[in-house]
Nanobody
Framework: QLQLVESGGGLVQPGGSLRLSCAAS????????IGWFRQAPGKEREGVSC????????NQADSVKGRFTISRDNAKNMVYLQMNSLKPEDTAVYYC????????????????????WGQGTQVTVSS
């Protein structure tokens, strides 16, 4: 019931696109904000984007603004991260996570606010 499962990672050339998917239960999507985070080898985990439980608020890290878009499809119980104009520095394991915020229209991409995590999916950007 509190499980999140990522998919959609892979190898892509610089400038290419990928769409990551996060499958979650109806309970999670109704009550939790969903965030995307990433961790590259030897680096700390970094917040990428989030969407509030109402779906009305999104936030993105400065490093991905204008390139990445987060969205949700309630009918399919899915949250997506569309990644365009990918760069080698986007290479990392990407995780989706669920967290509770005050009000259904809030989210922050700060990992300490997130309680439930998926297993991650690898994204590699290389020529």
């Amino acid at each position: 019931q509190l499980q999140l499962v990522e998919s959609g990672g892979g190898l892509v050339q610089p400038g290419g696109s990928l769409r990551l998917s996060c499958a979650a239960s109806r309970f999670i999507l109704d009550n939790y904000a969903i965030g995307w985070f990433r961790q590259a080898p030897g680096k700390e985990r970094e917040g990428v984007s989030c969407i509030s439980s109402s779906g009305t608020t999104t936030n993105q890290a400065d490093s991905v603004k204008g390139r990445f878009t987060i969205s949700r499809d309630n009918a399919k119980n899915m949250v997506y991260l569309q990644m365009n104009s990918l760069k080698p520095e986007d290479t990392a394991v990407y995780y989706c996570a669920a967290g509770v915020f005050i009000g259904r229209s809030s989210c922050l991409i700060v990992d300490r606010n997130y309680n439930y995590w998926g297993q991650g999916t690898q994204v590699t950007v290389s020529s």
